[in-house]
């Protein structure tokens, strides 16, 4: 029979207290064993595509690890994630720092990258044949083309630019573009024309045997050899198709989060994360969280593999 005086239960009490106290955790609310709430109560009020330019860099446990990151690179695909990205003077572009994150080093055959304007700052133009995507997740760009007609680019616009087409990008405060740019494909008697959108004036696209929301910003037709895809997954929703294929994939976490398969491997991801998928890489991806997962993607279109260059 056990029995306990009131000087040792009082002993007793007073060391659960203490070491509750040292340990910062309480017996009500959440519970000892749960972690702080990340969930910021002010996202409603950000910018669209904050966290692309805002991400969060490392779990909190995480953050005083030195040499932590989420950023991995194998033969067939990589993930680089924010507190990975290097930035330096962007060739050609004036005030303008950028970070290159897919290029042919890693087996690619395009070239993806984020460029920071400043302001006052001036984009460059691309190599002699390389035609070049642009889409704006922060701020705003005035696009001139060579005949002087300027297009004020704002979040969520987007812009391709012909190979060898004369234009120029100007910014007066502070702007984020993710760019792609790639040799392009060229096929007898097709000339891509400059063209200049914005995600939410691209129709919805059926997704036969898919739940996600599929927008495309490019036209389907064979003068362009790739196009850029904006996909939206609420909570919960996954692909249906586990894919494999010949394409490419270039891919920037908009808004959200979830899981990646990418071959054998399993990556928890967010946004302002990216992802290069090589040809016949495995891929899948769930939308974890509590608010939609939107990417951007670029996929090779509309040529022959056996004429790739």
Same mark, same amino acid.
Request: glycine fraction near 8%; charge should be negative.
């Given at each position: 029979?056990?029995?306990?005086? &009131? ?27 749960? &972690? ?29 690890? *030195? ?10 695909? &990589? ?79 987007? &812009? ?31 000339? *891509? ?85 090589? *040809? ?24 022959? *593999?056996?004429?790739?260059?």
């Amino acid at each position: 029979m056990w029995s306990f005086s &009131a000087h040792s239960h009082g002993a007793s009490l007073l060391i659960i207290i203490t070491t509750s106290s040292l340990l910062g955790v309480t017996f009500g609310g959440e519970g000892i064993c749960s &972690a702080p709430s990340i969930i910021d109560s002010g996202a409603d009020s950000k910018p669209l595509y904050y966290k692309v330019t805002n991400p969060t860099l490392s779990p909190s446990h995480l953050q005083d690890l *030195p040499g932590y990151t989420r950023s991995v690179y194998k033969r067939d695909h &990589a993930l680089i994630t924010p507190e990975s990205q290097v930035f330096s003077p962007l060739p050609g572009w004036t005030k303008t720092l950028g970070a290159y994150l897919i290029t042919p080093a890693l087996g690619a055959h395009f070239v993806m990258y984020l460029a920071q304007m400043q302001e006052k700052s001036i984009s460059g133009l691309p190599p002699h044949d390389v035609e070049r995507f642009l889409f704006v997740v922060q701020g705003a760009v005035k696009l001139t083309n060579s005949s002087g007609i300027s297009e004020r680019l704002t979040v969520d616009s987007f &812009a391709y630019l012909p190979p060898n087409f004369d234009h120029s990008m100007k910014c007066d405060s502070s702007a984020t573009l993710v760019v792609f740019e790639r040799r392009y494909a060229s096929l007898e008697n097709h000339h *891509p024309k400059q063209i200049i959108g914005s995600t939410d004036k691209q129709p919805l696209l059926e997704t036969p045997g898919e739940i996600f929301q599929l927008r495309k910003l490019l036209p389907m037709s064979m003068v362009y050899d790739f196009n850029v895809h904006i996909m939206d997954f609420e909570p919960g929703e996954f692909l249906n198709v586990k894919e494999v294929h010949y394409n490419q994939h270039g891919l920037l976490l908009l808004e959200g989060q979830g899981i990646y398969r990418l071959g054998e491997n399993w990556y928890p991801v967010q946004s302002g994360d990216v992802i290069w998928m090589a *040809p016949f890489v495995p891929q899948w991806y769930a939308a974890l969280g509590k608010t939609r997962s939107r990417y951007l993607l670029y996929k090779d279109t509309n040529r022959d *593999p056996l004429d790739h260059k």
